[in-house]
Protein backbone atom coordinates (compact mmCIF):
# COMPACT_ATOMS: atom_id res chain seq x y z
CA UNK A 1 0.00 0.00 0.00
CA UNK A 2 1.08 3.60 -1.12
CA UNK A 3 1.12 6.31 1.20
CA UNK A 4 -1.44 8.48 0.66
CA UNK A 5 -0.99 12.47 0.81
CA UNK A 6 -3.37 15.28 0.57
CA UNK A 7 -3.07 17.18 -3.10
CA UNK A 8 -2.94 20.77 -1.61
CA UNK A 9 -0.69 19.71 1.09
CA UNK A 10 1.63 18.87 -1.72
CA UNK A 11 0.88 22.07 -3.54
CA UNK A 12 1.34 24.20 -0.44
CA UNK A 13 4.55 22.53 0.17
CA UNK A 14 5.84 22.96 -3.60
CA UNK A 15 4.74 26.61 -3.42
CA UNK A 16 6.68 27.44 -0.59
CA UNK A 17 9.84 25.73 -2.33
CA UNK A 18 9.57 27.79 -5.03
CA UNK A 19 8.61 30.91 -3.50
CA UNK A 20 12.14 30.06 -1.15
CA UNK A 21 13.66 29.46 -4.19
CA UNK A 22 12.77 32.55 -6.04
CA UNK A 23 13.16 34.44 -3.10
CA UNK A 24 17.03 33.59 -3.05
CA UNK A 25 17.79 33.55 -6.33
CA UNK A 26 16.60 36.79 -8.02
CA UNK A 27 18.16 36.22 -11.71
CA UNK A 28 15.79 33.09 -11.76
CA UNK A 29 12.54 35.27 -10.60
CA UNK A 30 13.56 37.86 -13.85
CA UNK A 31 13.66 35.26 -16.10
CA UNK A 32 10.38 33.81 -15.10
CA UNK A 33 8.81 36.95 -14.73
CA UNK A 34 9.92 38.25 -18.11
CA UNK A 35 8.53 34.84 -19.80
CA UNK A 36 4.70 36.29 -18.35
CA UNK A 37 2.51 38.06 -20.14
CA UNK A 38 2.20 40.76 -17.33
CA UNK A 39 4.19 43.94 -16.59
CA UNK A 40 6.21 43.90 -13.46
CA UNK A 41 8.12 47.08 -11.74
CA UNK A 42 11.34 45.89 -9.94
CA UNK A 43 13.52 48.28 -7.42
CA UNK A 44 16.47 49.08 -9.28
CA UNK A 45 18.81 48.13 -6.48
CA UNK A 46 17.53 44.04 -6.76
CA UNK A 47 18.54 44.35 -10.44
CA UNK A 48 21.48 45.88 -11.10
CA UNK A 49 23.41 42.32 -11.42
CA UNK A 50 20.54 40.94 -13.07
CA UNK A 51 19.34 43.31 -16.05
CA UNK A 52 21.07 42.95 -19.50
CA UNK A 53 21.28 46.89 -20.94
CA UNK A 54 21.43 45.92 -24.42
CA UNK A 55 18.25 43.39 -23.81
CA UNK A 56 16.94 46.77 -21.86
CA UNK A 57 17.43 48.73 -24.95
CA UNK A 58 16.59 46.35 -27.79
CA UNK A 59 13.23 45.28 -26.18
CA UNK A 60 11.66 48.83 -24.87
CA UNK A 61 13.66 51.20 -27.52
CA UNK A 62 15.82 54.06 -26.66
CA UNK A 63 13.51 56.49 -24.93
CA UNK A 64 11.88 53.50 -22.94
CA UNK A 65 15.53 52.39 -22.19
CA UNK A 66 16.46 55.64 -20.65
CA UNK A 67 13.55 56.10 -18.41
CA UNK A 68 14.30 52.90 -17.28
CA UNK A 69 18.00 53.40 -16.76
CA UNK A 70 17.08 56.69 -14.79
CA UNK A 71 15.82 54.59 -11.29
CA UNK A 72 19.47 53.16 -10.99
CA UNK A 73 22.40 55.16 -9.51
CA UNK A 74 25.40 56.27 -12.02
CA UNK A 75 27.54 53.79 -9.97
CA UNK A 76 25.11 50.93 -10.64
CA UNK A 77 25.07 52.47 -14.74
CA UNK A 78 28.83 52.11 -14.33
CA UNK A 79 29.19 48.65 -13.45
CA UNK A 80 26.63 47.64 -15.95
CA UNK A 81 28.24 48.90 -18.96
CA UNK A 82 31.73 47.43 -17.77
CA UNK A 83 30.01 44.06 -17.71
CA UNK A 84 29.03 43.64 -21.03
CA UNK A 85 31.64 46.06 -22.50
CA UNK A 86 30.00 48.95 -23.33
CA UNK A 87 32.40 51.02 -21.76
CA UNK A 88 35.60 51.27 -19.77
CA UNK A 89 35.97 52.98 -16.42
CA UNK A 90 38.16 55.87 -18.19
CA UNK A 91 35.52 56.27 -20.59
CA UNK A 92 32.85 56.78 -17.81
CA UNK A 93 35.15 59.03 -15.18
CA UNK A 94 33.47 62.03 -14.64
CA UNK A 95 30.67 61.64 -16.50
CA UNK A 96 27.35 62.94 -14.90
CA UNK A 97 24.17 60.61 -14.97
CA UNK A 98 22.48 62.02 -17.81
CA UNK A 99 25.84 61.31 -19.95
CA UNK A 100 26.43 57.66 -18.62
CA UNK A 101 22.81 57.11 -19.92
CA UNK A 102 22.92 58.48 -23.10
CA UNK A 103 26.37 56.69 -23.43
CA UNK A 104 24.69 53.46 -22.70
CA UNK A 105 22.17 54.29 -25.03
CA UNK A 106 24.52 55.10 -28.11
CA UNK A 107 27.07 52.08 -27.65
CA UNK A 108 24.56 49.78 -26.46
CA UNK A 109 22.07 50.67 -29.84
CA UNK A 110 25.41 50.58 -32.20
CA UNK A 111 26.17 47.09 -30.48
CA UNK A 112 22.60 45.72 -31.55
CA UNK A 113 22.98 47.26 -34.63
CA UNK A 114 26.33 45.26 -35.80
CA UNK A 115 24.94 41.50 -34.14
CA UNK A 116 22.06 42.36 -36.16
CA UNK A 117 23.47 42.93 -39.46
Request: without cysteine.
Amino acid sequence: MTDQHDPMEVIDKFLGALRSELAANPEMTYRIIKALPVSVNFEAADMVEIVNPLELISQNGSEKARDLFHAFKPADLKKMARRVNLASSTDMARLSKDDLIDLLISRGAQKIAERSS
